[in-house]
């Protein structure tokens, strides 16, 4: 069974991962396991103290070394993945790459920053959800808890609709459409109504190059054709 260790000061956000949705039902099902871990239970003091003003001054706080290398070690082994914006950009590739280990430590920021010892001690892989800055890794710990656990065998009841969606051969997944034909005056195209599967093919192809062209002409390929 996948299991997914993640070390984070709010464990309680993870609620929505353990109880709701794809996620919720393969963890009861149990083709995956959540274990929690808080840096404040391998705190030194009585306080649970894992923060400390920044060595040569500047804003906010730190997490401190000792607490989270601590809940770390017990990790040793597995992969340990640390959310902050100056990791590499999280892509499909990655998350396909991760669904094929059996276990995935992600490691939760908080304030300005952990201790670089962490890093360079406990630390596999630094990872960023995206260009901006969150208060913290926990909402990109669930975005990547849900992302490998779809990616798990038995998770999604249909194996090929993972194969087919956007960023799998490189491209944009074309727009999709269902009951009622007509709504508001605006009707599903008529290609996908003709039963003609090389039609509709065709079409689906198209309309990922035309997506992908406009809105991520940087996942084309040098050498694609435009069908602009």
């Known amino acids: 069974m996948y299991q997914f260790d993640v070390v984070t000061l709010f464990p309680g956000m993870f609620d929505a991962v353990t109880e709701s949705g794809v996620t919720g039902r393969a963890r009861e099902r149990r083709l995956f396991e959540l274990v929690l871990w808080n840096p404040r239970d391998f705190a030194a003091n009585s306080y649970r103290t894992v923060d400390d003003r920044p060595y040569g001054g500047g804003p906010g706080m730190v997490m401190m070394v000792e607490p989270l290398a601590a809940a770390l070690r017990p990790l040793a ?7 902050t914006p100056a990791g590499e950009p999280l892509n499909q590739a ?23 010892r962490v890093v360079d001690l406990c630390i596999d892989q630094e990872v960023s959800l995206g260009d901006y ?43 999709v459409y269902t009951r009622p034909a007509v709504f508001e005056g605006m009707e599903v195209p008529e ?38």
């Open 77 to 83: 082994g597995t992969h340990r993945v640390l959310f």
């Open 133 to 175: 800055v969150l208060a913290g890794g926990e909402a990109a710990a669930a975005a990547v808890i849900e992302g490998v656990a779809r990616l798990l065998p038995g998770v999604v009841g249909n194996p090929e609709s993972t194969e087919s969606e956007s960023f799998r051969g490189g491209l944009l997944e074309e727009p």
């Open 191 to 228: 290609v996908l109504l003709s039963g003609d599967h090389g039609r509709i093919e065709a079409w689906r192809r198209e309309q990922r190059l035309r997506r992908t062209e406009k809105r991520r002409p940087d996942l084309l390929p040098n050498g694609t054709d435009s069908v602009s």
């Open 94 to 116: 990655t998350l396909d790459n991760w669904a094929k280990l059996e276990e995935l430590t992600l490691v939760c920021g908080r304030f300005e920053g952990v201790d670089q």
